[in-house]
């Protein structure tokens, strides 16, 4: 069978090191397949026969990179290199068994179970034919071990469902129905960064259906889907015209591993679940997200549940969108952007724009600007007792939300007024 040659940027550097220290180094796994589907490469995972440790720190000394521990005990290490706007990942792990096609068989699916010596990239080791089960779309696993040595691995396989088109084998599909209660067993953080994956994807909507069809989100204690999220393609020309700040972050990151778009799609797959408040707290808190993802969460759930028509009012001001965002929790003025992401009315997509381009000057510290400072205010009501500030404040804020003050002229008369009536 004819394999394609992988491109390694540095591939000199680490041939010359494993002639060094006379230690054959192998490519394995997501760079393979992603050369068989023609895609490009930024991560590279490598095994050795024995302790990779001195040929990482030596490329990563070499190539003027950062190295560092993924797990000291089993000897995983990690070195990035970055030229331009590139970022370069090289993972170094030794064998996990006495052989590489045993070590290969140990791994989760079959399409990343393929291997190839550095020198030589056109002869590949393919034990359980991978390349054939990428060519028919099919993931598969490795052993009937796979998803009980490591539970992840069955959230994994239904981002790859998404991300390469696939289809899931009969028997790993039946493995992965009996073993879904073990996710329960894996650390949240673990879950956390493979859901950022999965709603990274263009259309992670089927990969929803099998995510719920599996008994995973079971695990999680979620209920089933009450209704069909609305992930639907954000069309990138059209958002870099109406909101390109939301644009230009949209595959960037935005909290915890989430980018705007994974977040976004994250947001609108829990909102679209049946459950209270209190079930996304425990799931937001098994997950141990930030906490402005855990904010960011909250405020889109309370928001498809909150009637916003105020929002959508000629005569609402700015402020007061964002006071009645405020009073919802959103952490600002991130949720602008994503807001600006989800919303599919042009109008609108415009409101958020202006108001997250008017963010420095309407927000302090994620808050909005009390229209009359902390001295002004002093100086209006010069016998208020200290106490009261606060209380004065929270009144103006509610008269401006009633649309009563809009400006800062406005809410000095209001204050005289009622300081001449109190």
């Known amino acids: ?13 680490l041939k010359e090191l494993s002639s060094t220290y006379a230690l054959p ?30 040929i ?3 490329l990563a000394k070499q190539q003027s990179g950062h190295w560092f521990w993924l797990d000291r005990q089993r000897l995983y290490s990690r070195v990035i290199l970055k030229s331009d706007d590139t970022t370069l990942q090289y993972d170094f792990a030794p064998f996990r068994a006495d052989t590489l096609p045993d070590d290969l068989r ?8 393929m291997a190839c010596a550095l020198d030589n990239l056109s002869q590949w ?53 009996k073993y879904a209660v073990q996710l329960s067993q894996v650390a949240g953080e673990r879950i956390r960064q493979e859901l950022a994956l999965l709603f990274a994807q263009d259309s992670p909507r089927d990969a929803l259906q099998h995510f719920h069809q599996s008994g995973l989100p079971q695990a999680l204690g979620l209920p089933d889907m009450t209704q ?34 994974s977040m976004s799609n994250f947001c609108r797959y829990v909102s679209s679940l049946d459950v209270d408040f209190y079930r996304i707290h425990e799931l937001l808190t098994a997950l141990k997200l930030s906490r402005k993802g855990a904010r960011l969460v909250a405020f889109f759930h309370r928001l498809l549940r909150t009637d916003s028509k105020i929002l959508h009012q000629q005569e609402t001001t700015d402020r007061m969108r964002l006071l009645w965002l405020e009073d919802l929790h959103a952490p600002l003025p991130e949720a602008l952007l994503m807001l600006g992401v989800v919303e599919r009315r042009a109008a609108m997509q415009s409101c958020w724009r202006r108001l997250y381009e008017q963010s420095d000057a309407l927000l302090a510290n994620g808050r909005v600007r009390p229209l009359l400072s902390g001295t002004r205010l002093k100086e209006l009501c010069p016998d208020l007792p200290g106490q009261e500030f606060g209380n004065v404040l929270r009144m103006l804020r509610l008269i401006e939300l009633k649309g009563k003050i809009a400006t800062a002229q406005q809410a000095e008369n209001y204050l005289i007024q009622w300081c001449e009536s109190h």
């Not at 992603?34 to 001195?54: A, E, N, S």
Request: glycine residues 4%; hydrophobic residues 35%.
């Open 1 to 13: 069978m004819t394999y394609p040659v992988p491109s390694i940027p540095c591939l000199t550097t």
């Open 125 to 177: 080791i393919d034990p359980l034919a991978g390349k054939q089960d990428l060519e028919n779309r099919l993931l598969r696993e490795c052993s009937p071990q796979s998803f009980s040595d490591d539970p992840l691995r069955m959230l994994k396989g239904i981002r790859h469902c998404a991300q390469f088109e696939l289809s899931v084998e009969d028997t790993t599909w039946r493995h992965c129905q």
């Open 228 to 261: 069909e999220p609305a992930l639907l393609p954000i069309d990138h020309g059209y958002l870099s015209q109406v909101f390109p700040q939301a644009a230009y972050r949209y595959d960037q990151g935005l909290c915890d591993e989430f980018t705007l778009k």
């Open 25 to 54: 180094i192998y490519l394995v796994g997501g760079a393979l397949r992603d050369t068989l589907l023609q895609r490009p490469c930024r991560d590279f995972d490598l095994i050795t026969p024995g302790d990779p440790t001195p």
């Open 106 to 113: 140990l791994r989760d699916f079959t399409i990343n179970a």
């Open 56 to 58: 990482a720190q030596k």
